[in-house]
C-alpha cells in the first residue's frame, strides 16, 4: 500500500516538474536578456514578431539577426520602459527595453529561424535555434490593396492626389448572413499596420471622429467587395518615383460567428479569426525634374500658380530706419500648393531693390494660413531720395502650362527723410578736438533684425518645472518660523516673568520640590516636612513656620475643600503619631509604616495640587 | 577674550544668514518634475532635429520643414510631460516658428518670458515673432494699465524674485527668533538694537515688495489668462456659437494676442489688445 502511494507521488512530481518546464520553454531566458518565440499559427506573407526584453542593462547593442532562408527579418526601434515596485520599504527601479524582431516568411513549409545574438554590458547573449511551421497565406483571395496616384505622372513639388484602395472581400457565414462594411472594417489591425504617407490619413480620420474611411462596393468575378480608400495629397520633393513609405496592412479575417446570449438580447461574435496582410500595390507614378530652359533667376522653387501682394509700414522714415516690407503670396492653384515649404521671393537678389535699400541676407520663414503665405522681411533705405519701393518679382512653375511664369508686385510710394543723428566724431575734428577714433574709420555694422537667436543648449533645467506653486513644502516653510519665534517668544515671556517673581519659580516649582522631599524622607517627620513645606511653597511662606494648626487656618482660609484639609491634617496627625510612637520608626513595621505614610502623602499632595486656591481669602487670612 | 566672543557671535550669525540664502535658493529652484524617464534623451532628440532642420535649410526646405516639426514635437513632449521653464519654452518656441506655426511660437515666447523676461535672445525672438503677425493693434484699456505696472517688476528673473522672497522671510524670522533664545546677541547695546531693527525692516520690506510680486503675478493670471490665436482665419463670433453672426468682418490670423475674459464650454470671449472683445472656439487659441 505504502509503496503504491511513493509511486503515486513520484508522478505527481515529474508531472509538476514536466508543466514547469512546459511552461518556461516559451521564454527562454538568459541572465537578463529574454527571448519570447511566436505564439500561434504563421502563414506565409504575414509578419510575425520575436520579441526580446532586455531588463536593467547599461550598455546594450542591437541584436544581430542571422540570414534567414525562406524569410526577411528587420528589428523595430527599441522601447524602453520603467517601472517601480516597494519592496522591503524601498523603491526599486526596473527598466526593461524591449526589441521587436519582424519575420515576414516568403512561402509555406518548415522555417528555421538561427540562434540571434545580442550583446548586453558586454557578454553576448543567443536565442535557441527554432523551426516554425509556415502555412500558406490567403490575402489575396479575400484581402489587398493598392495605391493610385491622380495625376499619374507630376512635377517636382506639383500636388499629388493619392489613394490607397484596400479591398476586403465580405465574410458570409452560412447562418448569420454577411457582414457590413463596417463590421470588416473592424477586422482590419490598424495599430499593428504599417501605413506610410498614408498615417496621416487615418489620424485625420480619427480626430474627424470616424470609425472607418469612405467605403463602397464593388464586384470582382462576380463577388462583392468592400472597397476602403483613404486619401492623401503629397508635394513630392524629388524626381523618379515618390516615396509612399512602408505599406503593409494587416488584419485578422474572421472564419466563422457563433450567437451570444446577452443581459437582453443575444448578439453575434467571432468565433475565430486567422491573420492575413497584405503590401499595397503602387500603381505607376512618375515625379518629373522641373524643365531647366526658361527658369527664371530669382526662382525660389514655387510650384502652382501664384498672385503676391507688397504692404510696407512705416511709408515714411529716415535713412537708415527700418521699414516691415510684408509681401503675401496667394495660391491658386486648382489642388492647393505646399505653402509650408514655399520660399519667399529673393530679395537680396533684386538689383533694384538692392540698390536703394539694404536687405538681411538671413532666409525668411514665413506664416502660412489656408491659401495664402505671408512674408515680413526689415529692409533700411540708404539714401533721401529714394521715393518708392520698387516692384518685387515672385517667379514660378506653373504644371498646367508646362512653363515658368513671374508676378510682380506693385510699386510702394515712400517718404525718405535725412538721417536725424549726426556723426560725433565729425563734429569732435571740426571743432579742433580729439577723435576718439585710434586708428582708421570704424566699421558701421548694420544688425539684420529677421532671423531666430539660436536655441538654448540641453542641460538639466531644460527638465526642470519652475512654476510657482504652493505645495505642501512651501506651505510647511511659511509657517513654520513664525511657529517657532511664536514658541520662542512663549518660553522667553514665561522666563521673564519667573525672574521677576521669585515667589512665582517657587510655587511653580512646589509640586516637584515637595515629591523630592518625600522620596528622601527618611522618617515620618520627614514625611510631615514634605506635605507642610509644599503649602509654605505655595502660600510663600518661609520654609519650617507652619504648624499643623497654621496649615488648616491657611488652608481654610485659601479655600481649600474641606476633604483635602481633613486628609492633610489626618496625615500630620498620623505622622506626629509615628514619630513620638514608641519603636515606632525602626524595624520592618516602621518601614511599612513609612511606605504607607509617603503614598498617602503622594495622594494628598496630588490632590492639594490639583484644587484651586484662592487668593483673596488667603489675603484676608 | 571679549573680541573672540565677538567673533564667535558675527560668525554664527553669518552662518545662519549663508543657511537661510542657501535654503532660499533652494526653494526657489525646483527639481526636475518631468515624468518622462527618458527626458533627457527626449531633449537631445529635439535639439539635433532643430540643428538637422537649420543645416538643410537652404539646400532641402521640406527635410528642413519636416526635421523642424519633428524638434516642436520632442520639445512639446518633454513640456506636456510636466517640464516648463525658460529655456524649453524659448526652444520650442523657435522650434514652431522655424515649423511655420506662428501662433504657437508667441504663447511659448511668452510663457519663456515669464520666467527669463531679461533674456535678449528672447527678447530678440519675441520681437521677430510678433513682427511676422499679420494683424496688429493699438494697445489700451485695462491691458496697457496692467501691462505698465507689471512691467517694472518684471525686468527682475522669476528665480531671482523667489530667492529674494524666501531669503527675506528665513533672515526676519530667524532674526527674531534669536531676538528670544539669545537676545544678548542680537540686542543688549544701542548699535545692536539698531542694527536688528533695521535688518527686520529691510528684510520686512524686501518679502512685502517682492512676495507682493509674485502674488500680484498669480492674481493677475488668474484674473486676466492670457493667450495667443494659434489658428488661421479666425472669425470672431458675437456669441458662443458657430450661428453667431462675426463681431468683425475681417478674419485674424495666428499670432494675435488677447486675454480670456469669459469661458464657456468650448468658447472662449477673448478681448483683443485694443479693448475690444468676440468669440472663439477653445480650439483656435492657446493659453500662455
Known amino acids: 500500500m505504502r509503496s503504491s502511494l511513493n509511486r503515486v507521488r513520484k508522478w505527481l512530481m515529474c508531472v509538476a516538474c514536466l508543466a514547469c518546464a512546459l511552461c518556461v520553454a516559451p521564454t527562454a531566458a538568459a541572465g537578463d536578456v529574454r527571448f519570447q518565440m511566436p505564439e500561434g499559427d504563421v502563414y506565409a506573407g504575414v509578419p510575425f514578431v520575436l520579441t526580446i526584453r532586455v531588463v536593467d542593462a547599461s550598455d546594450r547593442q542591437p541584436p544581430k539577426l542571422p540570414e534567414i532562408a525562406g524569410a526577411t527579418a528587420r528589428v523595430s526601434i527599441p522601447e524602453t520602459r520603467s517601472s517601480s515596485m516597494i519592496r522591503n520599504g524601498r523603491r526599486v527601479d526596473t527598466y526593461t527595453t524591449r526589441y521587436e524582431v519582424e519575420i515576414t516568411p516568403d512561402k509555406a513549409g518548415r522555417l528555421e529561424i538561427p540562434p540571434i545574438s545580442i550583446v548586453v554590458d558586454g557578454t553576448e547573449y543567443k536565442s535557441q535555434s527554432t523551426y516554425v511551421d509556415v502555412k500558406k497565406g490567403e490575402a489575396g483571395l479575400v484581402f489587398d490593396a493598392e495605391v493610385f496616384g491622380t495625376p499619374p505622372e507630376v512635377y517636382i513639388g506639383q500636388p499629388l492626389e493619392l489613394v490607397l484602395r484596400i479591398g476586403i472581400k465580405p465574410f458570409r457565414d452560412p447562418t448569420y448572413g454577411t457582414l457590413n462594411e463596417s463590421q470588416m472594417w473592424h477586422f482590419v489591425d490598424l495599430p499593428n499596420s504599417e501605413w506610410g504617407i498614408f498615417g496621416a490619413g487615418l489620424q485625420r480620420l480619427a480626430q474627424e471622429g470616424r470609425e472607418m474611411p469612405r467605403a463602397q462596393t464593388e464586384q470582382r468575378n462576380g463577388t462583392a467587395w468592400y472597397v476602403y480608400e483613404i486619401s492623401r495629397t503629397i508635394w513630392p520633393p524629388k524626381s523618379g518615383k515618390p516615396d509612399l513609405g512602408n505599406i503593409l496592412l494587416r488584419m485578422k479575417y474572421p472564419v466563422g460567428l457563433r450567437e451570444v446570449d446577452g443581459f437582453f438580447s443575444s448578439q453575434l461574435v467571432v468565433s475565430g479569426s486567422r491573420p492575413l496582410a497584405a503590401t499595397a500595390t503602387v500603381n505607376p507614378l512618375t515625379v518629373l525634374s522641373l524643365p531647366s530652359e526658361g527658369k527664371p533667376d530669382g526662382f525660389t522653387g514655387a510650384v502652382g500658380q501664384f498672385s503676391m501682394t507688397a504692404t510696407a509700414k512705416p511709408l515714411s522714415v529716415a535713412v537708415g530706419d527700418p521699414i516691415s516690407l510684408t509681401l503675401t503670396v496667394i495660391d491658386r492653384t486648382p489642388s492647393g500648393a505646399n505653402l509650408d515649404t514655399l520660399q519667399p521671393p529673393d530679395l537680396a537678389a533684386n538689383a533694384g531693390l538692392k540698390k536703394d535699400f539694404r536687405i538681411p541676407n538671413e532666409p525668411l520663414s514665413g506664416t502660412a494660413s489656408t491659401s495664402r503665405k505671408t512674408f515680413v522681411q526689415s529692409i533700411r533705405p540708404l539714401r533721401a531720395d529714394i521715393t518708392a519701393i520698387p516692384a518685387i518679382p515672385f517667379s514660378y512653375f506653373d504644371p498646367a502650362a508646362r512653363e515658368y511664369r513671374t508676378v510682380t508686385s506693385d510699386p510702394i510710394p515712400i517718404t525718405v527723410t535725412p538721417a536725424s543723428q549726426m556723426d560725433l566724431s565729425r563734429i569732435e575734428r571740426a571743432n579742433g578736438g580729439e577723435s576718439t577714433e585710434t586708428a582708421g574709420?570704424?566699421?558701421?555694422?548694420?544688425?539684420?533684425?529677421?532671423?531666430?537667436?539660436?536655441?538654448?543648449?540641453?542641460?538639466?533645467?531644460?527638465?526642470?518645472?519652475?512654476?510657482?506653486?504652493?505645495?505642501?513644502?512651501t506651505i510647511a516653510a511659511l509657517a513654520v518660523p513664525p511657529v517657532a519665534v511664536g514658541a520662542a517668544a512663549l518660553w522667553r515671556l514665561n522666563r521673564s516673568r519667573h525672574e521677576r517673581d521669585s515667589g512665582l519659580a517657587r510655587r511653580s516649582r512646589a509640586r516637584r520640590t515637595a515629591q523630592r522631599r518625600l522620596e528622601e524622607a527618611a522618617d515620618a517627620a520627614g514625611v510631615a516636612r514634605a506635605v507642610a513645606g509644599f503649602v509654605e511653597d505655595r502660600l510663600g511662606r518661609a520654609e519650617g513656620t507652619m504648624t499643623r494648626g497654621d496649615l488648616h487656618t491657611a488652608l481654610t482660609a485659601h479655600g481649600v475643600p474641606d476633604a483635602e484639609r481633613t486628609a492633610v491634617t489626618g496625615l500630620l496627625a498620623d505622622c506626629d503619631r509615628a514619630v513620638y510612637a514608641a519603636g515606632g520608626a525602626t524595624g520592618a513595621k516602621g518601614g511599612e509604616l513609612l511606605t504607607a505614610l509617603r503614598s498617602r502623602a503622594a495622594q494628598v499632595l496630588d490632590s492639594l495640587d490639583h484644587v484651586a486656591w484662592s487668593r483673596s481669602r488667603g489675603a484676608a487670612a | 577674550m571679549r573680541r573672540m566672543a565677538m567673533l564667535l557671535r558675527f560668525s554664527v550669525l553669518l552662518q545662519l544668514a549663508v543657511l537661510a540664502v542657501f535654503s532660499a535658493t533652494a526653494l526657489g529652484a525646483q527639481e526636475p518634475t518631468t515624468q518622462d524617464p527618458n527626458a533627457l534623451e527626449t531633449a537631445t532628440r529635439a535639439q539635433s532635429a532643430y540643428e538637422r532642420g537649420i543645416e538643410l535649410r537652404r539646400t532641402d526646405p521640406a527635410a528642413s520643414m519636416q526635421a523642424f516639426r519633428e524638434s516642436a514635437r520632442d520639445w512639446q513632449r518633454l513640456a506636456d510631460s510636466g517640464a516648463s521653464n525658460g529655456p524649453l519654452h524659448f526652444n520650442l518656441g523657435n522650434a514652431y516658428m522655424?515649423?511655420?506655426?506662428?501662433?504657437?511660437a508667441i504663447a511659448n515666447y511668452l510663457r519663456a518670458e515669464r520666467t527669463m523676461p531679461d533674456d535678449p535672445d528672447l527678447v530678440k525672438n519675441l520681437a521677430v515673432a510678433r513682427s511676422s503677425v499679420q494683424h496688429s493693434f493699438a494697445r489700451g484699456g485695462g491691458t496697457l494699465l496692467v501691462e505698465s505696472v507689471a512691467r517694472w517688476w518684471h525686468i527682475v528673473p522669476l528665480w531671482v524674485r523667489q530667492a529674494a522672497a524666501w531669503s527675506a522671510w528665513c533672515v526676519f524670522w530667524a532674526v527674531l527668533l534669536l531676538q528670544f533664545l539669545a537676545p544678548k546677541l542680537?540686542?543688549?547695546?544701542?548699535?545692536?538694537?539698531?542694527?536688528?531693527?533695521?535688518?527686520?525692516?529691510?528684510?520686512?520690506?524686501?518679502?512685502?515688495?517682492?512676495?507682493?510680486?509674485?502674488?500680484?503675478?498669480?492674481?493677475?493670471?488668474?484674473?486676466r489668462p492670457q493667450g495667443v490665436l494659434v489658428a488661421a482665419d479666425v472669425q470672431l463670433r458675437k456669441g458662443n456659437g458657430d450661428g453667431f453672426d462675426p463681431a468683425f468682418a475681417e478674419a485674424l490670423g495666428p499670432g494675435v494676442e488677447f486675454s480670456i475674459r469669459e469661458e464657456r464650454p468650448g468658447w472662449w470671449r477673448i478681448e483683443l489688445p485694443d479693448g475690444r472683445t468676440g468669440w472663439i472656439k477653445d480650439s483656435q487659441g492657446e493659453r500662455t
Request: net charge positive; aromatic share 2%; glycine share 10%.
Open chain 1, 441 to 473: 574709420p570704424t566699421t558701421h555694422l548694420t544688425e539684420v533684425e529677421a532671423g531666430l537667436m539660436a536655441n538654448k543648449p540641453v542641460t538639466p533645467r531644460l527638465l526642470a518645472d519652475e512654476r510657482l506653486r504652493l505645495s505642501t513644502a
Open chain 2, 186 to 223: 542680537v540686542g543688549g547695546t544701542s548699535a545692536r538694537n539698531s542694527a536688528r531693527k533695521l535688518v527686520l525692516s529691510i528684510s520686512l520690506g524686501v518679502w512685502c515688495v517682492v512676495g507682493g510680486t509674485l502674488f500680484a503675478d498669480q492674481v493677475i493670471a488668474a484674473a
Open chain 2, 98 to 104: 522655424q515649423s511655420g506655426d506662428l501662433g504657437r
